[in-house]
């Protein structure tokens, strides 16, 4: 065992920690949080995994940080949505609104 | 073996700060505590060799998503007066993660 | 009652998996690896025309994937401006007099901006490169943003749609020059790679920027453009 | 020659997106109108030159697989790049005219519309699972951006929960990638299934192609993870829906059915090709039902996108140990209900939206009297539905035939069950709606006129979907051809 897989490790229980929150809180930038963090779970694999086989590999460091960019672009998009939609309707969550009968935290 | 010992305990500290940042019940700290697992996802990065990542992450993750969020934060708590004025909806911020 | 035993549910479902996942991460980690890439990369390395590897990986060996990203970054940016229905993005109550964020820019504005400019250099042979310095100059717009300090040029007008492309339009037309030349899509030139390179990475640092400010900027809505339908005041 | 169709098909899209940014709606419409007769002619081109010469691979950059990044250019790729082309073309000509040019926001519908079809594109061709990826998070951003374009709460609580969902679906399928990676050190899946033919399967990347399918499914609204689907698909502009319907939501399908068909023997299991199986066939009975009870007229058609989308998830337990003649079988089956899914549905959103815009009114009960107005629209509804129906000579019907003999010819009997409720069921929701708009109601006799290239659109989409069932052999044909192994012709 390696440190490197450690962190592997490490991100599979971030991933873990990261959809209990993106399922189970209602508030919106909670969610946000939640994907956030679930994502850097997902990085912590994505460069831990390889490496501790082969050393430090540029490939999915190079990929972690087109998926950083990414997820920063998401971020933001969802909060101009959520600010918008706060704006409008003065909720900060999804649920309990009439129009969703069978709404659900997806 | 300080290695590991550092690798443990900045693990630990992920988690922590993640979990933290996820149920802490006040919006406002949760996002604080949110930069603060940035910065520790930055540390991480170092520790995995990952250099471009640890700057990225200090600069995208931490820096901006932080602003972000609190600038955020601070929009929808300061709207959230004029909204309870209108008792409307009166659950919002901090709501309850239970 | 009926939440909490979803909350437990869910919890459990996620423990669940965390641990499945773990198992499947210490499982393959157990395989002796089968990685001939790094190998790979590091033998092509002289061709890439950059000496950092994540650099090369980045701008040359995979740059269709660094193209769509800036687009995914454009798209966000578009869809902010998109919501900001407001003719002007200047919020008047984000003018701060805190004396404290004064001193701090005073000082950060010129050190962020000389930092994003090293990050940029640096990324041809040591970490750092168009992302990282991007950010660090949103970062110096947010500050100087947050200080009241005007800026004109993020009006949802065509100033900032032009910056918005401009890094994508850069990269697209080297990717279309490139094909203009012979060769495959987004094949260097290989005597003109390390300065198409600096010059894809130059802008996109701009258009990074541009974009994650705009997004910064278009968030807030301002109250008095927009009234709710309804609503009394 | 090649060369330049991949630079029309990948890169001028991406120009288009930026042109029409630069400039205001009319413009951004005109800059369209050349835009789409290019890339008409150059998907065209692409699809003629792999019916002549078969597919290749095509490596961007000069880089080889697994260095760069590689496209898989073949004639399932080439079949939905046309298909992608004649859809959108529709959906982007009949938006010129639905939209409002006045609001000042719908300038940006131009370049988001843009970017989606370059992301589509990037998605049929692609063969490295990471840039799979970032196609995907093009494609969900902008459509996210599409359906919250100028709308007011209500959609962006749609868009919100689809853009939620959408970035949960793209990280399980990242990390479905990162575990892939791990294991075989290549992204390219094409150098993936080199590897599984050479050694035994290894345990551990069979939650890989789990999470990915999962991921995927998501975005695709497979039951039970569809309820995203309905709100924002229901709630766009008609033009936004039908992108969305047609082609958005099959974006996702064919990766998760190129993944299966390349990893599924080795990687996956009978029980989890079953069980998603299994989901699919209650995805259509659900969801048809659900259209069935839906008051609105466009919930009605997003409802029965979930249905049509769960017959596509019956490629899994289809292809799975079944012999080669039963798996192509399906294969074709599947490609045929997407294309006949993708007409039928962008043309019977894009009717939605012209009746809805003469009764000014998106309730079903609305479109009372609406037949003795508005014949063309409707009539174009009723010819997409017969499609949906899965009637004969429809492509839909030639679709549920192929399915029918492949669920047959595998034993699996039960899947039968699902194609014949299926048909009955949408025939259910379908005529609920022909008799509303049926009923005679003489009070209302004033109805909005849309013009006459609003009605063509869905008409000549709907007549595609209808004709489809005559030369279903002609496109399918393409699709079985010889793959050339080594580089672009």
Redesign the interface.
């Known amino acids: 065992m390696t440190s490197y897989l450690l962190y592997a490790l490490a991100g599979a229980a971030l991933c873990g920690i990261g959809l209990f929150g993106l399922l189970r809180l209602s508030h919106l930038l909670r969610k946000l949080l939640a994907f956030n963090i679930m994502g850097s779970g997902v990085f912590l694999i994505m460069v831990g995994l390889p490496q501790h086989q082969s050393g430090p590999d540029p490939v999915p460091q190079a990929l972690v940080l087109t998926g950083i960019v990414v997820a920063i672009a998401a971020t933001a998009l969802a909060v101009v949505l959520i600010r918008r939609y706060y704006h409008q309707s003065g909720m900060t969550s999804l649920e309990g609104e009439a129009g969703s009968r069978e709404g659900g935290p997806l | 073996m300080t290695d590991w010992l550092l690798d443990g305990l900045l693990v630990l500290a992920l988690l922590a700060t993640a979990a933290a940042a996820l149920f802490s019940r006040d919006l406002f700290r949760a996002v604080v505590v949110f930069i603060a697992f940035g910065l520790l996802m930055a540390v991480a990065w170092v520790r995995l060799q990952a250099p471009d990542i640890a700057l990225a992450e200090a600069a995208i993750g931490a820096g901006l998503t932080g602003v972000l969020l609190l600038d955020a934060v601070s929009h929808l708590g300061n709207k959230r007066q004029k909204a309870l004025r209108k008792t409307r909806d009166p659950d919002e911020r901090g709501s309850d993660p239970s | 009652m009926i ?2 035993v979803r ?1 437990c549910f ?2 459990l479902a ?2 669940a ?2 641990a ?3 198992a ?15 190998q ?2 590091s033998e ?1 390395m002289s061709r890439s025309g950059v000496e950092h ?2 650099t ?3 701008l ?10 800036i ?6 940016g ?8 407001t003719t002007s993005l200047e919020d008047p109550e984000l003018r701060t007099s805190d004396p404290l964020l004064y001193a701090l820019q005073r000082w950060f504005i010129p050190l962020m901006l000389v930092l994003a400019g090293y ?1 940029l250099w640096a990324g041809a042979d040591r ?3 168009a ?2 310095a991007g ?2 100059l ?2 110096t717009g ?1 500050l100087m943003r947050l200080g009241g300090i005007p800026m004109d040029f993020l009006r949802p007008g ?1 100033l900032l ?2 910056g ?2 401009l890094g ?2 850069v990269f ?1 037309l080297a ?2 020059v490139s ?1 203009i030349g ?6 260097y030139p290989p005597d003109m790679t390390k300065p198409l390179i600096l010059v894809i990475e130059s802008v996109l640092t701009l258009s ?1 920027a541009m ?2 400010l705009a ?2 900027v ?4 301002n ?1 008095a453009e ?1 009234p ?1 339908e309804g609503d009394p005041s | 020659m090649t060369l330049w169709l991949m630079a029309g098909l990948l890169f001028t899209p991406l120009a288009w997106a930026v042109l029409t940014l630069l400039t205001d709606f009319v413009w951004g419409r005109r800059v369209t109108w050349v835009g789409i007769l290019v890339q008409v002619l150059v998907s065209l081109g692409l699809w003629l030159t792999v019916a002549q010469h078969g597919g290749f691979y095509y490596d961007l950059g000069g880089w080889g697989a697994p260095l760069g990044i590689e496209l898989r250019v073949d004639g399932l790729a080439v079949t939905f790049v046309l298909l992608t082309a004649a859809v959108a073309s529709a959906c982007g000509l009949h938006a010129g005219v639905y939209i409002d040019q006045h609001k000042p926001w719908h300038r940006y519908f131009w370049p988001l519309f843009w970017f989606l079809w370059s992301g589509l594109n990037a998605v049929w061709l692609g063969g490295d699972l990471f840039n799979l990826y970032v196609g995907l998070e093009l494609i969900s951003l902008s459509a996210v951006g599409l359906v919250a374009l100028g709308g007011n709460a209500n959609a962006l609580r749609a868009s919100i929960r689809y853009l939620l969902a959408a970035l949960l679906g793209s990280l399980a399928y990242l990390l479905g990638v990162a575990l892939i990676y791990g294991q075989f050190g290549t992204l390219s899946i094409a150098g993936v299934v080199a590897w599984l033919d050479n050694h035994s399967a290894p345990a551990g990347p069979g939650l890989a192609l789990a999470l990915m399918i999962t991921g995927l499914a998501l975005k695709t609204a497979l039951f039970p993870l569809h309820r995203w689907l309905p709100p924002a698909h229901g709630i766009a502009k008609s033009p936004v829906s039908a992108l969305l319907s047609a082609l958005v939501v099959k974006a996702s399908f064919y990766i998760a059915a190129r993944l299966w068909l390349a990893f599924g023997e080795s990687l996956g299991s009978l029980a989890a090709a079953q069980m998603v199986g299994l989901l699919g066939g209650a995805a259509v009975v659900w969801g048809s039902w659900l259209a069935c009870k839906q008051a609105q007229l466009k919930q009605v058609v997003a409802y029965s996108s979930v249905a049509q989308i769960g017959y596509l998830f019956l490629l899994f337990p289809l292809t799975y140990s079944v012999s080669e003649s039963v798996s192509l079988q399906a294969q074709q089956g599947i490609t045929l209900q997407v294309i006949s899914h993708a007409l039928a549905k962008a043309a019977m959103f894009l009717a939605a939206g012209n009746l809805i815009l003469s009764v000014g009114s998106s309730r079903i009960d609305a479109l009372a009297g609406v037949s003795r107005f508005l014949p063309f629209s409707l009539f174009s509804f009723g010819l997409a539905g017969v499609s949906l129906m899965s009637l004969p000579p429809s492509g839909g019907f030639a679709a549920k035939w192929l399915l029918l003999q492949a669920s047959l010819g595998s034993g699996q009997w039960w899947w039968a069950l699902v194609l014949l409720a299926g048909g009955l069921l949408s025939a259910a929701y379908l005529f609920r709606i022909y008799r509303a708009s049926f009923a005679e109601n003489p009070e209302t006799d004033q109805f909005f006129h849309p013009s006459k290239s609003l009605e063509i659109i869905p008409m000549v989409l709907a007549v595609m979907a209808l004709g489809l069932g005559f030369v279903s052999e002609q496109v399918l044909s393409v699709m079985a051809l010889p793959f050339a192994e080594e580089g672009a012709p």
């Open positions: 939440r909490a909350t869910i919890a996620c423990i998996f965390s499945v996942l773990a499947s991460i210490w499982a393959i980690a157990g395989d002796p690896g089968q990685g001939t890439l790094p790979l990369l092509n590897p994540v090369a990986v980045l040359n060996f995979r740059s269709y994937d660094t193209l769509l990203e687009g995914v970054l454009v798209i966000a578009i869809a902010g401006i998109s919501m900001s229905k990050l970490p750092g490169g992302f990282q950010a660090v949103a970062a947010v065509l749609r032009l918005l492309v994508f339009s697209l990717a279309v094909v012979g060769d495959a899509f987004l094949a990074i974009v994650l997004l910064f278009s968030a807030p809505v109250d927009d709710e």
